[in-house]
């Protein structure tokens, strides 16, 4: 009941009691107006209650008809309500950030000004070997206890990273880690892991020395010969000698040739996105290999096709051919005259298909099975090379496997022969109808 009806309710009662003492020269009607102002203190008394507890518990629902408290709790209500989406929304900011944060890639560490752990992420417990339990609120400086750490946090110059080198029971690695102020007292550790950095930087080196010394060995032979050609007195070489050296010439030539492409092969697979689903015919493919690789083989080996027809990929058709051309020149070569190649293109009963070439050739012993598609890699170097292999033929169709959703198998035994395998998976199969 609002204070203007309350009035109102006071000043009627008052009038009637006013008029029954008037006429009846009686007191009940201000015996009447004392019981009610009486109840009506008693309703605001009971409903001033149920706003209390209604604010002390402001979850539940607000009260009904509270008279005068309705504009104050509608108020009230409407300011708890957008009070609860405010505080809703900044915990949702604040998990997602937290979140954002434990998946950071690097490691993270919030610290307080003197450098005592406030919070980590999981890249940096696992790079600093931190333990939520025990670590939260220790000085950082009591577990990097090296003394570059300690210089590099008295220096106070911290806009270029430390790298630190961190010797654990699980490995040694170099780290990588810079402070950074923020705030008006906190500090930033943010650490990274190098070992991936230097993998891949030790790679890229071992790769351009590779391809230098690769490339070294012809060229030299190539300028050796050209300076014997250039300076022989006129009638010192043979015409027979002459032809032996071009011979020889064209030869390191080739070599170098053939390096290069498979280096562009290479890095075109790298390079360009993977393989769309255009039917290849692979048949086709097949025969056109088949034609190159016996004249290549020149009747030095016996050969055994068997090409189911009709069945086909959806991938690159040049990318395919390539693979498929690397195993059957890397059977001819390992493969001693006289020796069997059994090539098959076969659907497999689960909706894959497999391509593979089987040799009776030289094999390969267990431990090399797991390197053999690392760039450069050879069981034999010496053998390769004078058999005209460039160390990259394997390389390139693992990746044209992997572009082709495909697995590169190989089973081998030293001695016996070799069956390298590409396996399509079903999705990539397409059967002509
Ligand atoms: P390469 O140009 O040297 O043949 P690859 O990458 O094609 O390079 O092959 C890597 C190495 O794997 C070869 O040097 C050879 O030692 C071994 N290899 C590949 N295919 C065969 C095979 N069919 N039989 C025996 N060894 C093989």
């Known amino acids: 009941m609002s204070w203007r009806r309350t009035l109102f309710f006071v000043g009627f009662w008052s009038a009637i009691a006013l008029a029954i003492e008037y006429r009846w020269q009686s007191?009940?009607?201000?015996?009447?107006?004392?019981?009610?102002?009486?109840?009506?203190?008693?309703?605001?008394?009971?409903?001033?209650?149920?706003?209390?507890?209604?604010?002390?518990?402001?979850?539940?629902?607000p009260p009904a008809n509270v008279g005068a408290w309705d504009d104050v709790v509608a108020a009230l209500y409407r300011r708890i309500r957008d009070q609860v989406a405010t505080i809703q929304e900044l915990e949702e900011t604040s998990t997602s950030a937290m979140a954002a944060g434990q998946a950071l890639p690097v490691g993270v560490v919030t610290l307080t000004t003197d450098l005592?752990?406030?919070?980590?992420?999981?890249?940096?417990?696992?790079?600093?070997?931190?333990?939520?339990?025990?670590?939260l609120g220790q000085n950082l400086q009591n577990i990097l206890r090296a003394p570059a750490?300690?210089?590099y946090v008295k220096g106070g110059?911290?806009?270029?990273?430390?790298?630190?080198?961190?010797?654990?029971?699980?490995g040694n690695y170099n780290?990588?880690?810079?402070?950074?102020?923020?705030?008006?007292?906190?500090?930033l550790l943010?650490?990274?892991?190098?070992?991936q950095i230097e993998k891949l930087e030790t790679t890229r080196r071992d790769f351009v020395a590779n391809v230098s010394h690769e490339m070294r060995t012809p060229l030299t032979v190539l300028a050796?010969?050209?300076?014997?050609?250039?300076?022989?007195?006129?009638?010192?070489?043979?015409?027979?000698?002459?032809?032996?050296?071009?011979?020889?010439?064209?030869?390191?030539?080739?070599?170098?040739?053939?390096?290069?492409?498979?280096?562009?092969?290479?890095?075109?697979l790298e390079t360009s996105p993977s393989a769309e689903f255009t039917p290849v015919g692979i048949t086709q493919i097949l025969e056109v290999a088949r034609t190159q690789i016996e004249a290549l083989s020149a009747g030095r080996h016996r050969w055994d096709w068997n090409i189911e027809a009709g069945v086909n990929l959806a991938g690159n058709a040049s990318e395919l051919s390539s693979a498929f051309s690397n195993l059957l020149t890397n059977a001819i070569r390992y493969t001693p005259d006289t020796g069997t190649i059994s090539v098959t293109w076969e659907s497999l009963p689960d909706g894959r298909a497999r391509f593979s070439v089987t040799d009776t050739g030289i094999g390969i012993a267990a431990e090399h099975l797991p390197r053999l598609s690392e760039r450069f890699y050879r069981v034999d170097r010496g053998r390769s090379r004078a058999l005209g292999g460039t160390g990259l033929g394997l390389a390139i169709t693992k990746h044209v496997a992997m572009r082709h959703d495909a697995a590169l198998e190989v089973q081998s035994k030293i001695g016996q022969g070799s069956c390298f395998s590409l396996v399509f998976e079903a999705e990539r199969v397409q059967r002509a109808s």
């Open 27 to 61: 007191s009940l009607g201000w015996v009447a107006l004392s019981l009610g102002t009486g109840l009506l203190l008693v309703l605001r008394r009971r409903r001033a209650g149920q706003v209390a507890r209604w604010i002390l518990s402001p979850d539940e629902a």
């Open 116 to 135: 005592q752990i406030r919070w980590f992420n999981l890249a940096a417990e696992k790079q600093l070997h931190l333990k939520p339990e025990h670590d």
């Open 149 to 151: 750490f300690a210089a």
């Open 157 to 170: 110059n911290w806009s270029e990273p430390l790298t630190l080198k961190i010797n654990h029971a699980s």
């Open 175 to 187: 780290l990588l880690l810079r402070l950074v102020p923020y705030a008006r007292d906190r500090t």
């Open 190 to 195: 943010i650490t990274r892991d190098l070992t």
């Open 224 to 268: 050796g010969f050209v300076e014997t050609l250039r300076d022989a007195p006129e009638g010192a070489l043979s015409e027979q000698q002459r032809e032996q050296f071009f011979g020889l010439m064209s030869e390191q030539a080739q070599r170098m040739q053939a390096l290069v492409t498979d280096l562009l092969t290479l890095s075109d």
